[in-house]
């Protein structure tokens, strides 16, 4: 096996994700994220005459592609996992892994936007061909649009005044780069918390440019057609809106969290837990890498 230049992003809770897979060394596994490749990686040292296929929508992905007969990568969003899987003639697997973060890189590259580190086009996407960026949607979304993002994505109290403070300020000169939209809403975070604020902020609007959610859904359903009995659902969140919809799916089988009963009272669920409570990192990994502070880890088995 060879590898293509260093990996970019430091894989969080990798023991106790590839623990949490229980891998087969003949199974079949996807990684939904490739990202720079390090839980790949790591997945296959447990494989031997199995497969690996991982997905990654960003075309930056490629030039850290893994050379290897046992390994596939998709450049495609992973809500379009049953289509690939059919296409190469994959009716089930043993277990998925997705980490949900922003690689390091993608934050580390200042033209992508993800960082209000550096000056950078408004961007955000995850897909750099998709049609519409942050710089867009704060540009031409409407005061209750912007609201809602802010509100609901970002779980800001005070994104009311946030979008008043967009509209203000883009009426005199378009919001074009991640310092200008900073500038013009740092007056309304809160004491002390200004790192925290700024996150939220780009958070909602990343969520709401790449559709997160919503893909999210799609790929936790899809899992549950696809794995086979036994089979492992592995997945890395760093945010409570992300981590509520794979807690309830895991629990219940919907994003509700709710649980449906037989006629008889038999509990209808179609997985089992493997952790109870989110698995999160030790201090030591956080003081080593510090992007894996808000990292949840939940495990579920299909039955």
């Given amino acids: ?42 997945i296959l040292k447990h494989i031997i005459t199995g497969k690996l296929i991982a997905f990654d929508q960003d075309e930056e992905a490629k030039i850290h592609t893994i050379e290897d007969e046992r390994f596939t990568l998709i450049i495609a969003n992973f809500s379009f996992l049953k289509n690939f899987l059919r296409l190469y003639n994959i009716n089930q697997v043993d277990g998925i892994f997705a980490d949900l973060g922003v690689s390091s890189h993608q934050l580390d590259s200042p033209e992508r936007g993800f960082s209000t580190r550096f000056d950078g086009t408004l961007d955000l996407r995850m897909n750099s061909k998709n049609d519409i960026t942050a710089k867009d949607i704060i540009n031409t979304y409407e005061h209750e649009e912007l609201k809602r993002i802010f509100k609901f994505y970002g779980e800001l109290n005070n994104a009311h005044l946030i979008a008043n403070a967009i509209i203000k300020n883009r009426s005199k000169k378009s919001i074009d780069t991640t310092i200008e939209l900073r500038d013009t809403v740092i007056n309304l975070c809160p004491k002390n918390k ?5 996150a939220q902020i780009f958070q909602a609007l990343r969520i709401e440019v790449n559709n997160e959610l919503e893909v999210l859904k799609e790929l936790l359903m899809q899992s549950q057609e696809v794995l086979t009995k036994n089979g492992r659902l592995v997945v890395l969140s760093y945010h409570s809106l992300e981590d509520r919809l794979v807690k309830d799916f895991m629990r219940a089988g919907n994003f509700e969290g709710k649980i449906e009963e037989d006629f008889y009272g038999n509990k209808q669920v179609p997985f089992e837990l493997i952790t ?11 003081l080593l890498n510090n992007r894996s502070r808000s990292a949840k880890l939940r495990i579920a088995q299909k039955k």
Avoid: A, W
């Fill in 194 to 198: 200004q790192h925290k604020f700024l």
């Fill in 1 to 42: 096996m060879t590898m293509t230049n260093k990996i970019y992003h430091t894989p969080v809770l990798i023991d106790k994700c590839i623990e949490g897979l229980n891998i087969n060394p003949s199974g079949i596994y996807i990684d939904t994220t490739f990202g720079g490749g390090g839980h790949s990686r790591e």
């Fill in 276 to 286: 109870k409570k989110p698995i999160i990192p030790e201090e030591g990994e956080v």
